[in-house]
């Protein structure tokens, strides 16, 4: 149900800055994840995603990482711009069993000033 | 590709009223949709997994007989929100599984305020 009082971790940061967003996973079993982007009044945008048996990947821009024996995923995001200023989700899956079915994280909200 | 929408987009109603949200995928089938919701400023909770000629399955704590969910065909998955009360205004989210369990597609969303 509704977490009362709850706010969403922010991180602020100079346009051209790498940024890193950083995210606590719960199940240790899961074995996918993804990093979501979503902008105000939007659904989540896919951004990149890493299997369990990866530590690192790397898109534009983009690379994320996972550090399974601390269940801890990361979002670096090179020369941010003021376009990527939203909130970001890490999202996990475990595959299989829960038919695809996605447990998300906190959040982060990245304002990106120019 | 790969393209979900959501109609309404917006939808105000009056408490004791009933309201119907649409999820569909536009140019791919799915067996499978979700349907989230999300508070302000928090994150995005599953509801429930609607599959398609089948009874949808609800996570624990969501009443099912509050949230309608029918998924009558691969392509479209309605929720309905039925004696709809002040709390239940959320921002409503679904996504639809694509051809790969872990690719699935979000749509836009429906903000839904009761008065």
């Known amino acids: 149900g509704e977490s009362v009082g709850l706010h969403l971790p922010t991180l602020s940061v100079q346009e051209g800055d790498n940024s890193i967003i950083n995210c606590a996973y719960s199940n240790s079993a899961s074995d996918y994840f993804i990093w979501y982007k979503q902008e105000s009044g939007k659904g989540p945008q896919f951004i990149i995603d890493i299997r369990s048996n990866m530590d690192k990947r790397q898109g534009q821009r983009v690379t994320v990482l996972l550090n399974k024996t601390v269940k801890h995923l990361s979002l670096q995001i090179a020369a941010t711009q003021p376009g990527d200023s939203a909130v970001y989700f890490c999202?996990?899956?475990?595959?299989?069993?829960?038919?695809?079915?996605?447990?998300f994280g906190q959040g982060t909200i990245l304002t990106v000033h120019p | 590709g790969a393209v979900v929408s959501q109609h309404p987009s917006r939808v105000i109603c009056k408490s004791g009223t009933s309201v119907k949200i649409e999820c569909r995928s536009l140019d791919f089938q799915a067996t499978t949709m979700f349907w989230y919701r999300q508070f302000p400023k928090q994150s995005l909770m599953l509801m429930a997994t609607s599959n398609e000629g089948s009874k949808a399955t609800y996570e624990q704590g969501v009443e099912k007989d509050k949230f309608l969910i029918n998924h009558a065909s691969l392509t479209l998955s309605t929720l309905t929100v039925t004696s709809a009360h002040p709390e239940d205004s959320s921002f409503y989210i679904c996504?639809?599984?694509?051809?790969?369990?872990?690719?699935?597609?979000f749509g836009p969303g429906t903000r839904l305020t009761v008065t």
């Open positions: 999202a996990e899956m475990l595959w299989g069993t829960s038919y695809g079915k996605l447990t």
């Open positions: 996504s639809a599984e694509g051809r790969e369990a872990y690719e699935q597609y």
